[in-house]
């Protein structure tokens, strides 16, 4: 089962008043596993930063200005989405902003039944609770620490571990693979997760590996770590 995680950054809130998108990044998953695969494209909109919304993604129109234009990269976009199914935190939002640009160089909407919502799952799941990104890294203990800014391919990154605790734990996960994997055995063709193209940054401090460095060192030459 393919799957994608989505988000968008927007010069505002509403495409009807003139509002763009600046920034598409999404996820693949298969059988709710993150597969390696991503797409991430900044988009020139066309019009000026509002500084409230800079404030919120920090994409100004200097760096926007050489980016391509929706009409540009929408080819490329739908492809990468094909009909899977779409995993949007406040899903009404983003496909707004996605069918308003993909009508506007003529190309056919996608389907609300082909978004789903993470956000109508959690405040179903947690009623009256915090149903932001934020607060469900930290109900779920997903390490945001990099979220300093919106950024839809991070965000959409972040929202994956989310979905995947929606559906019920790492542990549902990994038996979801499990079984995806057994059903492939025999078949010549089973499903294996791809490397990343990136590998994830070190989350080691320089600190950390200073005084990790300066421990070995007092520990002497004999010792199994200095081998």
């Known amino acids: 089962m393919r799957e994608i995680v989505l988000d968008t950054e927007t010069t505002g809130f509403e495409p009807s008043q003139g509002d763009r998108i600046v920034e598409i990044g999404a996820v693949e998953l298969l059988n709710h596993m993150p597969t390696g695969k991503t797409y991430h494209q900044y988009i020139c ?3 000026a930063m509002p500084k409230s919304a800079f404030e919120v993604h920090g994409l100004g129109d200097e760096f926007l200005a050489d980016k391509p234009l929706f009409k540009d990269i929408a080819q490329a976009f739908v ?25 506007k160089v003529g190309r056919p909407e996608l389907p609300m039944s082909q978004a789903l919502d993470t956000l109508a799952i959690a405040r179903k799941k947690f009623p009256g609770a915090n149903a932001s990104l934020d607060g469900l890294c930290r109900r779920f ?12 391919l991070l965000d959409s990154e972040i929202l994956a571990e989310v979905y995947l605790e929606l559906l019920g734990g790492r542990q549902s996960g990994f038996a979801l693979a499990a079984e995806a994997s057994s059903q492939d055995v025999g078949t010549g063709d089973a499903w294996r997760p791809r490397p990343r193209p990136t590998p994830l940054a070190s989350k080691l401090t320089n600190e950390e590996a200073a005084a990790h460095e300066t421990f070995v060192k007092d520990m002497g030459d004999g010792s199994i770590w200095s081998k």
């Open 79 to 103: 492809d990468f989405v094909g009909d899977s199914i779409m995993v949007i935190h406040n899903a009404s939002f983003d496909m707004k902003f996605l069918n308003f640009e993909l009508q």
């Open 141 to 152: 203990g997903i390490d945001n620490s990099s979220r300093t800014l919106h950024g839809a």
């Open 45 to 47: 909109p066309q019009r």
